[in-house]
């Protein structure tokens, strides 16, 4: 700010300077030119580095600030801060989904793990419960409602055997195996 209001002060004193140059007169005093092109340096000075603060917040720097040029300093800053805050939230809801992603991979690799175990042990009291159906229908005479009472355990059995076995294939499925 106090470099443009130098500047805005001593446009007058350049107009003035222009006029007089013009009509072939040279009698401002030197420490007032001298004056204005330091103003000017210093506006030259203070622009180059609001570049270069600039470029460096297009490239994700959020820790830049500018102090001059009064209220578009301060718009300035409030862009920087609500750029940091949004970054800063984007980098939470990221952390969050790789949370959560690696909670859901564990919850369905124990899932698979549960199954695959469940199928084995559920799979030997069946396999003997086949069995001794197996050995009581060819080795004793049975009356026809044994019989078919008989070939019921066994053809349930294989249903079953038959759906432990698919579990078992969507475990290892699961598993990468």
Same mark, same amino acid.
Do not use: C
């Given at each position: 700010?106090?470099? @443009?209001?130098? +500047?805005?002060?001593?446009?007058?004193?350049? %107009? *003035?300077?222009?006029?007089?140059?013009?009509?072939? =007169?040279?009698?401002?005093?030197?420490?007032?030119?001298?004056?204005?092109?330091?103003?000017?340096?210093?506006?030259?000075?203070?622009?180059?580095?609001?570049?270069?603060?600039?470029?460096?917040?297009?490239?994700?720097?959020?820790?830049?600030?500018?102090?001059?040029?009064?209220?578009?300093?301060?718009?300035?800053?409030?862009? @920087?801060?609500? +750029?940091?805050?949004?970054?800063?939230?984007? %980098? *939470?809801?990221?952390?969050?989904?790789?949370?959560? =992603?690696?909670?859901?991979?564990?919850?369905?690799?124990?899932?698979?793990?549960?199954?695959?175990?469940?199928?084995?042990?559920?799979?030997?009291?069946?396999?003997?419960?086949?069995?001794?159906?197996?050995?009581?229908?060819?080795?004793?005479?049975?009356?026809?409602?044994?019989?078919?009472?008989?070939?019921?355990?066994?053809?349930?059995?294989?249903?079953?055997?038959?759906?432990?076995?698919?579990?078992?294939?969507?475990?290892?499925?699961?598993?990468?195996?």
């Amino acid at each position: 700010v106090k470099a @443009v209001n130098v +500047l805005i002060a001593n446009f007058g004193v350049l %107009r *003035e300077f222009s006029v007089a140059l013009a009509n072939g =007169r040279i009698d401002f005093e030197v420490p007032t030119r001298i004056h204005l092109l330091d103003s000017l340096k210093s506006l030259q000075s203070s622009l180059k580095h609001l570049s270069w603060q600039t470029q460096e917040v297009a490239a994700g720097d959020y820790d830049q600030h500018v102090d001059f040029l009064g209220d578009f300093s301060t718009a300035f800053n409030l862009m @920087v801060d609500a +750029l940091r805050e949004k970054q800063r939230i984007e %980098r *939470e809801a990221m952390e969050q989904v790789i949370q959560a =992603r690696n909670t859901a991979e564990m919850a369905n690799k124990t899932k698979s793990a549960f199954l695959a175990n469940m199928s084995h042990e559920i799979r030997t009291p069946l396999n003997g419960i086949l069995g001794m159906a197996q050995v009581l229908l060819t080795q004793s005479e049975h009356d026809k409602t044994q019989r078919e009472g008989l070939e019921t355990i066994m053809a349930s059995g294989h249903t079953l055997m038959s759906l432990l076995n698919d579990v078992l294939d969507m475990s290892k499925i699961e598993a990468g195996k």
